[in-house]
């Protein structure tokens, strides 16, 4: 698929119901009368769907189903029994005889329609948002109007252009509420409201506050679901159409010259010319679908272009996120297009680099990597793989140290995050992923997450947790030492001490099996190691977990109780956990607290390691691993090394391979003389950074693979330019185990070759031929020697389709594992008896603090891409130290001021930030700084994981010197951080029907819908 060519059109909203977020469950199939035919519906779900799956044409102006009914237009107003009524706002009952067409209706829409464009001036001809999917254009179309009976009345507010990536333009404002709703009820941020007692309403942010000083957080959900261009993103403005670069006056000219023809001639001729500048328009604007490159959530979207310019992100159809994006998704892909974009392969000549033909750096590099393994063997060389790659890459990746080199030295970066969390489920379980979909967490009656700051982290994952509870359909428990945005909305916020969730996890468990509260049935069925268990924490009484973690026995027995009586619990966990020396051991206790409570393998339940990068989970399972190559497969197992001889023509290496984290050691040992990393700014982001230098020296030749000079390559011997996820076509697997392809959305940057031909390219000129000519091949071979990926193919997965591996050779995935039994042989879990592993750096006298690390929102990682992008630059531009107040007030520290933080590992220089959301003496230092030297891995040590040596980054222990200088507060003003935002229950449209200016178009009727609704409701339709 080289384009997407689905234009939306009012009746596409049944595709886009079957994404997106989750919204209540319909009843009972009935059969229902539409325009004199019979349609089968659901009772409870609102009449328009069922309308639209009827492939009936209805206006519906404020309806998106992803949304649900907002009843703000009142476009969609059909004859129901007889009486006008609004078809998005009415819930199917059974026998309801519906007709859209009457003369009644067709006036009610017509009048409707009439109304909102009053607020709106239709200048389509010369407006950026004339695209064929304008929803206010195209009812024009749908209704058949050839005037405005109520002339375009300018608002009398200013456009606001405040925000970096967005503007908003009251006068074409239809007061639709779409983006209120989205920002209410989907993104949950609560900035966007209406004030619809003013004698003008229009859109309001924080309550009437510029969007630029607003708590707006620019996820982009209210310009997405705007049905015209009242809120357009900026890329868009004066670029996407023939004639809307055009200077002001003569735009200003050209819309006058418009209104008039449409005074003398109707709306029709102006529409058919707009239509036809439309349709022109897809000459030049290229709509391909991708998925994001930034964190593990997978959203996927179409992006429009036109050349390399990007004029926006269109989200939508996407499985994991529908309309959902964040600002990294939605609005951060300038770094693609930065003037600082390598585009060719550098050598290194001294002490400077020269740049390179790409035939000479090839050879170079097949050279070397030949000789180094001729001279001491090829466990001398090793291999990181990108877990911002695609999967047909990373398996490349470890095809080339096992084929081509023959050694098991490979790894990706889940190292250092998430390989505890899958060992820990390996265990328990048998599959190291996410045990459900977002979809699951969704439907949880109790959500749990541990050491998440899952609104920052996996920002659209977090939307759905938000929504759901602000819904009232779960509740939200957080553990966290820190008090991010999911822990000041939690019904429960609980801080325990660093690194003891293992023992208020075990102390739960505990209370729960000796109180007799387990899921007897599941355990005695399902589950086996019982006793093991039992005895394994027979120390951890409640008061025993008071006084390690400081959470009160009275607490740990409620969250006890509250656990085992749930329906459906699911736990979500991230670093705060798996950044730990116990992290293996805690990701086991969780699992095992979700086993004797019975809940995995049914809706709404589950086990969910949040992964970081886009394609953290591929990577692991494409076999970027010491031990294991595609697919889990150990490299001493006997079918394994079969289908490799098979297929690669080699015998699998039985020992395992060095790791990440013992790589660079090995290096400094003189035992590895070489390495090759793709897309990893390793040097910054694994723990320890100046022992990383001292390894990094040591080698004898480094190749990196990247899209700019990194500080890592500033060790390098050759740098090869890589192209960027926009510019390849290829798959990525999201945290939900789900495969999805992107497309190549441009072509690679001039000079620039995607991962997996700079692969070939070496292999090739070291007598390997491997011969692909497209990432589907690679996916094929992936598919021949990959039991879980057997029924994976580029057809299953076309366009949005998408596959949750395990995937049988039919295609038939597993989005809810372990619904029949679980991955070992005899089918049952197995309860894990782990160990308490406290933590070795709790502060001292020398280091008195304790520090902590991890993401900010607007980032990503350590801040290679998004510091390029000058929008995110602007409101967040370097790091800092969040200070508590008591600390604050104790050392006479302020905001803005410089302190330096020492460890026994290094220094860096920060500006303090005095923050609420820390307590006594934690700090926090986000991952992305600007310079190199201010990153937070120089004070990082290299304690780690005592099975799976991911190091310790949440275990550190500094000092802070207070330094002279005081600057700007480093958080700006304009950062959402500082706004206020104004939570209501969504539109709020019944105070748009108390207007004493308002009157229904149906007349007296909206009351219509509400007593059907009654009925319906009194019939127990699920809602
Ligand atoms: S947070 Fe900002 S960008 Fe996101 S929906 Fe709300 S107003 Fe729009
Ligand atoms: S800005 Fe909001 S209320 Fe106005 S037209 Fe767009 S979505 Fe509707
Ligand atoms: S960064 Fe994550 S949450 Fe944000 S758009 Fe990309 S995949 Fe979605
Ligand atoms: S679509 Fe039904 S009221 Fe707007």
Known sequence: MEQTDHLPTPNDAHIRSTVGPTRPASGPAVDIQIDGATFTAFTGEP??????????????????????????????????????????GTKVAAGMVVRTQTNAARAAQRDAYDRIVSNHDLYCTVCDNNNGNCTVHNTLGVLGIDHQTRPFQPKGYAKDDSNPFYRYDPDQCILCGRCVEACQNVQVNETLSIN??????????????????????????????????????????????????????????????????????????????????????????????TVCTYCGVGCSFDVWTDERHILKVEPGLGHANGISTCVKGKFGWDYVNSGDRLTAPLIRDGDRFREASWDEALDLVARRFMEIREQHGPDALAFVASSKASNEEAFLVQKFARQ????????????????????????????????????????ASLIITVGSNTAESHPVLATRVKRAQKLGRTKVVVFDIREHELATRADQFLRPKPGTDFVWLGAVSKFILDN??????????????????????????????????????????????????????????????????????????????????????KLGTGAYPLRGHNNVQGASDMGAMPDQVSGYQNVTDELTVQRHQREWGVTLRAQRGLDNTQMLDAAIHGQLKSMWITGEEMSLTDANAN?????????????????????????????????????????????ERRIQRLYEVMPPLKGTRPDWQIYMGVADRMGHRWGYTHPSEIMAEIARLTPSFAGVTYERLEGYNTLCWPVAEDGTDQPLLYTERFNFPDGKARLYAGKYRPRQQAPNEEFDLHL?????????HEGNMTFRVEGIALTAPDAFVEV???????????????????????????????????????????????????????????????????????DNRVRMEILGEVGANPLPARNFRWGHPTPQTGVEVERKWARPDYVYPGGELPMLGDSLNARVDALGADD
């Open 404 to 443: 081509v080199i023959g050694t098991n030295n490979v790894d990706n970066c889940s190292r250092y995050c998430q390989s505890p969390a899958s060992k820990g489920l390996a265990l328990t379980v048998g599959i190291g992923g996410d045990s459900g979909t977002i979809r699951d967490i969704e439907n």
């Open 47 to 88: 009449l328009v769907d069922a309308i639209n799956r009827a492939k009936i044409e209805l206006a519906q102006v404020c309806y998106h189903p992803q949304l649900g009914p907002i009843q703000t237009c009142d476009t969609c107003s059909v004859e129901i029994d007889g009486q006008i009524g609004r078809a998005c």
């Open 516 to 601: 007799d509260l387990e899921d007897k049935a599941f355990l005695a069925g399902r589950v086996n190691g019982l006793d093991e268990f039992r005895e394994s924490i027979g120390d951890f009484t409640l008061d025993y977990a008071e006084r390690e973690t400081g959470l009160s026995a009275g607490v740990l027995e409620a969250l006890a109780r509250q656990i085992a009586a749930e329906e459906r619990v699911c736990v979500l966990w991230a670093m705060g956990v798996t950044q730990q020396c116990g992290g293996t051991d805690t990701s086991a206790a969780i699992s095992n607290l979700l086993l004797i409570t019975g809940n995995y393998g």
């Open 196 to 289: 619809w007692e003013a004698e003008q309403p229009r859109v309001l942010w924080d309550g009437g506050k510029p969007i630029g000083e607003s708590s707006c957080v620019s996820c982009g959900h209210c310009v997405t679901v705007c049905p015209c261009n009242a809120l357009q993103e900026k890329s868009m403005l004066g670029q996407a159409g023939m004639f809307t670069g055009i200077p002001l006056p003569v735009w200003d000219a050209a819309i006058d010259v418009v209104k008039g023809v449409e005074i003398s001639a109707g709306l029709k001729p102006i529409m058919n010319i707009s239509d036809i500048e439309s349709a022109a328009r897809d000459r030049y604007v290229k709509k391909t679908k």
């Open 852 to 860: 902590n690390s991890g993401r900010m929102l607007e980032h990503f």
């Open 884 to 954: 508590s107040q008591e600390l604050a007030a104790e050392r006479q520290i302020q905001s803005g001021q410089w302190v330096r933080l020492v460890s026994a590992h290094g220094a860096v220089r920060l500006q303090a930030l005095v923050t609420g959301r820390v307590n006594d003496n934690e700090l926090y230092v986000p991952m992305n700084a600007r310079k190199a030297q201010d990153a937070v891995n120089h004070l990082t040590g290299s304690q780690g994981d005592s099975v799976t040596n991911t190091p310790a980054y949440k």
């Open 691 to 735: 022992h990383l230098q001292e390894g990094f020296e040591a080698l004898e030749f480094l190749v990196v693979q990247d899209l700019y000079f990194t500080n890592t390559a500033r060790y390098a011997d050759v740098v090869f330019p890589a192209a960027a996820s926009l510019e390849k076509e290829g798959t990525f697997t999201n945290t």
